[in-house]
């Protein structure tokens, strides 16, 4: 088989996994009013009817402000915003002149996400699905039909999706005598995630996303070529956001820090919103928040079936985790290490070698399957060797490598070994920006110095312990 086509079957075996993964689970979009007006919106909705009608359980929450913003601008009833929360002046003030057209509003961009979903026959809901209170009167100001969300109705919109239908959450929520309110979408959709159960939560807008060399971001964080974040914990979240937030009392700020701040323009303010709500998010029990750029055609399956979507990541759990390996992970590590033993990257292991030595390999597992694996080896006399470091080519310069490595490292360290090397004859470099140095054959242990093959000819490289990856 050509290598296309083994990567197209890569591809596709990996979807069938996360499709079999993620069925029957819960996903809530929260999509910004701009998405439905881009050229690539009916795209996205084909991809998420898709999810539907494959088993996922996709629950929809339209942001419609700018809508909003539009319909009442047109009656001569301009928004004013109020300060409520920790985003100052965010908070719309819906009079009672005003409420019933921005149910209007709501309402009308509800029905777009319907109409793409009628288009690929898939069946949606628009419904009363929140119990709302009003805001009342905050600082002064009377929020009047502002609201928060008191309840969401969860057994109907479980009902709802149990029949394979959307349910879409418009800005709207009723109080139990029927008062309507308008709703924050974020509100909505964070309380709908954590009353569902969600194990994802998406957040769609119309930007280029977090970018390292547009956002003071933490070290060590990986990006990819265009500078763009893969993955963040919501400790890192955090920093970056303490980092980018105009703080008016920060001491001994520079005068470029200064002018950073004061140069957030608009994007970078609404990437730090939804950091911020990301955060909000995942400590309301949802595991895995994505922020995508709705305009990106199929962003929403590359993030999904792949993990190498377009967009960034925030976990809250231990998403990938590097653990020890199980025998039934056999399969997997073979799958990686066959081609690279068979290009003689890789010194050929049997099945039946890697079993005997399976306490010293580790595997590095993102949603249930394998894509880099690695092993320690205990030579004695206070060093260890790290061999067998294999990464996915699917995964390849997404830090996996390194993460083993360093995983290693610390497991070397706590067995008290002193040194840890490895013999490369491909890899020397990548090792060296691990903090490896050259070294000679003869500083190796007794016992691998014995059996090293002089034919190979393998490059020997090595760590002292003490330093951190
Ligand atoms: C080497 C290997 C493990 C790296 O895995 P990875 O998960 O892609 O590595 P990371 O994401 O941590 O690092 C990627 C970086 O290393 C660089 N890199 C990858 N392979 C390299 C090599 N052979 N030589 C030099 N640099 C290399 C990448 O260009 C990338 O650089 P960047 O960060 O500047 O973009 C992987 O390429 C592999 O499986 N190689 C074949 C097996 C092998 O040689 N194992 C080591 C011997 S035990």
Avoid at 61 to 84: F, H, M, N
Avoid at 162 to 176: A, E, F, H, R
Avoid at 448 to 457: A, G, P, V
Wanted: proline share 4%; net charge negative.
């Amino acid at each position: 088989m050509s290598d296309t086509a083994l990567s197209q079957v890569d591809l596709i075996r990996e979807a069938f996994h996360y499709q079999s993964r993620f069925e029957g689970s819960t996903m809530v979009f929260k999509i910004d009013f701009p998405v439905t007006e881009d050229p690539g919106f009916p795209y996205l909705m084909k991809d998420l009817a898709l999810l539907a009608q494959t088993g996922f359980k996709v629950v929809i929450v339209p942001g419609a402000k700018e809508w909003i913003d539009a319909v009442l601008g047109r009656q001569g009833l301009a928004s004013t915003y109020a300060a409520e929360g920790d985003l100052p002046g965010q908070t719309r003030i819906t009079t009672t002149q005003a409420i019933p057209f921005v149910e209007m509003a709501a309402f009308h961009v509800a029905t777009k996400f319907m109409t793409f979903l009628s288009g690929s026959r898939v069946d949606a809901v628009i419904g009363n699905f929140v119990r709302a209170r009003g805001l009342g009167v905050v600082n002064g100001v009377d929020m009047e039909h502002t609201g928060t969300v008191d309840k969401i109705y969860t057994d109907s919109i479980s009902r709802v999706l149990n029949l394979g239908m959307v349910p879409i959450l418009p800005c709207i929520g009723w109080s139990p005598s029927g008062r309507p309110y308008n709703v924050p979408s974020d509100e909505i959709a964070l309380a709908a995630s954590a009353a569902l159960g969600a194990v994802k939560f998406f957040i769609v807008s119309v930007h280029e996303g977090l970018r390292a060399d547009v956002f003071k971001v933490p070290e060590n964080i990986e990006t990819r070529a265009d500078g763009s974040l893969v993955r963040l914990t919501p400790q890192e979240v955090e920093s970056v956001i303490a980092a980018n937030t105009l703080t008016a009392n920060i001491k001994n700020r520079t005068e470029h820090e200064t002018s950073f701040h004061a140069n957030l323009d608009d994007t970078r303010k609404q990437i730090l919103r939804e950091l911020k709500m990301a955060l909000r998010v995942c400590r309301a029990g949802v595991d895995r928040v994505h922020i995508i750029d709705g305009r990106e055609e199929g962003a929403v399956l590359k993030e999904l079936f792949s993990n190498l979507g377009v967009g960034t990541m925030i976990y809250a759990d231990e998403y990938e985790s590097i653990r020890a390996f199980h025998s039934r992970d056999l399969p997997d590590i073979l799958r990686l290490m066959e081609p690279l033993m068979q290009k003689g990257i890789l010194v050929r292991r049997e099945p039946e070698q890697i079993q005997e030595k399976r306490n010293d390999y580790v595997v590095f597992e993102i949603d249930g399957s394998i894509h880099a694996s690695g092993a320690l080896h205990d030579w004695g006399e206070g060093q260890g060797e790290i061999a067998a470091v294999a990464t996915d080519p699917l995964y390849a310069d997404l830090g996996l490598g390194r993460r083993i490595v360093g995983y290693l490292i610390e497991r070397a360290r706590k067995s008290g070994m002193s040194r840890v090397f490895a013999l490369t004859t491909h890899t020397q470099d990548w090792f060296e920006t691990l903090g490896f140095k050259e070294a000679t054959v003869e500083s190796l242990p007794g016992q691998k110095r014995r059996i090293y093959d002089q034919n190979r000819k393998s490059k020997v490289f090595a760590l002292t312990l003490g330093s951190r990856l």
